[in-house]
C-alpha cells in the first residue's frame, strides 16, 4: 500500500494511528532498558547461586554478569526493535547507553570507589555497540 497525498487515486490517506506508530517511541526505550535490568537481575542472582552451592570463585560471578550483560543488552533491543519494527539501530544504541549508565550510577551508589571515566567509556561503548547489533537484528529478523 503506498501513502500519498489525499485524494489522488491509488493512494490511501495517512492516518493517526499510522503516524503514531511510525514515530520514535522513548517508552519503547524506557520498556527495552527494563526488560535489560530485569534479565541481568537474573543473571546475578544465578551467578551468585552457583557460586555459594557450589565450589566455583567469587571471581567468576564478576566475567558472567560482565559478559552477560552485553549479551542481555543485545538480547533486550532485539526484542523492542522486533516489536518496534523501525528504527532498531536508534533504539538498541539508546538501550545500550541508558544500560550502561544506570549500571554505573548504581555500581557507584552501592560500590562507592567509581569505576573511572575510561572505564565507563568502555563500557558505554561495548554497551552501545551491543545495543546496535541487537536493535539491527531485530528490525532484520
Known sequence: MQYGPPGKPGFSRWNQKQRVEE??????IAQGVGYALVLAILLMALASAAVHFTRLEENIVYWVVNIGS???IGLASFITARKARKHGLAYGMAIGALYALITCLVGAIAYPPFIGLVALLKRLGFAVLAGASGGVLGVNY
Do not use: P
Not at 23 to 28: D, K, N, V
Open 23 to 28: 514515530t520514535f517511541l522513548f517508552s519503547r
Open 70 to 72: 552485553f549479551i542481555i
